[in-house]
């Protein structure tokens, strides 16, 4: 491992190199989290920055134990990769804008079909919210097209299908209010407190988190098949990871709960490292000596370039610097749609890390090795007041 991993205390690490600027009370949140009953190791990522009571950009193996609050309320959070069928040398990006006006209600009749089919077919049987399936919600999510500017493993991106003239898309989001609903009943009936094997909601818990997860996946394919639709295309699924889970694990011979809060699983192949929406997104591949340090990184990569700002203090920052204008062309060249003037400023690139000093951080502790970097081209949040 090089010099980008940190051992904070016995049971807590860190992957960032000393450069790697992370808020003091991420770190506080970190160690305070591994002081939790029944739990073994934390790992704090490079984009580790500070959640609410606990950090974000982490995982936490625990023994006889779960903690749904570790998890939060956005239960699957994650990331899915899509090629589209249009080259990018057909992509008009001021006709591409003006195709999404529509992107963000529910679903219409059209798609009952397909949404019951491909319910049944991932074991959903919840009702209670399918007007939220296929949209993207707010925070930090959105839908990306992307274009595959620099290719470092030729033979990779031939594995897994990708093809540098298409147009790419990077959809971000999770299980809406189905996440936040078990959590608050969690979270009603237990406060912050875990749940070992031996309480009786333990089961039930674990049942609702997996449908949570499923239904975040088949959210991320419809918010997908919306786009591509949209902009006259098809295309087909390359990856797609959860990043707010908990999971059985087995490391260094112990049998625990693995969670994670916005990192990305290292042993599930490739996946992708989105950056903000001024700055680029890395496709990369887990190393598989990496499994022999688990005990450092959980088996967890860093999902994203990692907020450098609270939300709420961006505008201040940067409304004296940047109009509301200013903030929807980027330095490369990418077009951004986002209505709200408040998301516009707490997601602006500034309010973020580079990814590349991320990712940095992964290549230099032997965790990962770079695919291929991409651009954005349109970046969507919302047109107006997003829900």
């Excluded at 450069?19 to 970190?30: M, P, S």
């Excluded at 749940?195 to 909601?201: A, C, R």
């Excluded at 004296?320 to 204008?325: I, L, P, Y």
Aim: aromatic content about 8%.
């Amino acid at each position: 491992m090089g010099r980008s991993v940190q051992k904070l205390t016995e049971s807590v690490s860190l992957i960032a190199s000393k450069e790697t600027w992370v808020e003091g009370l991420a770190i506080q949140q970190l160690i305070k989290t591994s002081e939790l009953a029944c739990m073994q190791h934390v790992a704090g990522m490079p984009d580790l920055h500070p959640g609410r009571g606990y950090p974000i950009g982490a995982a936490f193996f625990a023994v006889n134990r779960i903690y749904p609050a570790l998890v939060g309320n956005d239960i699957g959070c994650g990331m899915s990769l899509w090629q589209s069928s249009l080259k990018l040398s057909k992509v008009k990006l001021d006709k591409m804008a003006n195709k999404f006006k529509q992107i963000e209600q529910p679903l219409d009749e059209t798609w009952a079909q397909t949404i019951a089919e491909r319910k049944r077919e991932k074991g959903i049987a919840i009702t209670g919210f399918d007007q939220a399936l296929g949209t993207i919600g707010a925070g930090n999510h959105f839908a990306e097209f992307q274009a595959i500017e620099t290719v470092y493993d030729q033979a990779a991106l031939q594995e897994l299908g990708l093809d540098s003239r298409y147009l790419q898309l990077l959809v971000h989001s999770g299980s809406r209010g189905l996440g936040q609903a078990i959590l608050q009943e969690h979270i009603r009936r237990h406060s912050h407190q875990g749940l070992s094997p031996e309480d009786s909601e333990f089961s039930d818990y674990l049942a609702k988190h997996d449908e949570a997860l499923r239904w975040a996946e088949l959210n991320r394919e419809l918010i997908a098949c919306r786009f591509l639709e949209a902009i006259n295309s098809s295309g087909s699924l390359v990856l797609d990871v959860n990043h707010n889970l908990v999971s059985p694990k087995c490391i260094n011979g112990t049998q625990g709960w693995l969670h994670r809060k916005g990192a990305t699983p290292s042993d599930k192949g490739y996946v992708v490292i989105p950056g903000s929406r001024g700055d680029y997104s890395y496709l990369v591949k887990p190393c598989a000596a990496a499994g022999d340090a688990a005990d450092i990184n959980l088996f967890s990569l860093a999902h994203g370039a990692g907020r450098k700002w609270q939300r709420g203090e961006c505008q201040g920052r940067l409304a004296h610097k940047f109009s509301r204008e200013d903030l929807y062309l980027t330095a490369l060249g990418s077009r951004v749609i986002c209505g709200n003037k408040t998301l516009l400023y707490d997601e602006a690139p500034q309010a973020y890390k580079k990814c590349a000093t991320v990712v940095g951080d992964m290549v230099d502790a032997g965790l990962i090795e770079v695919v291929a970097r991409l651009r954005p081209v349109l970046t969507f949040k919302t047109n107006g007041e997003c829900c």
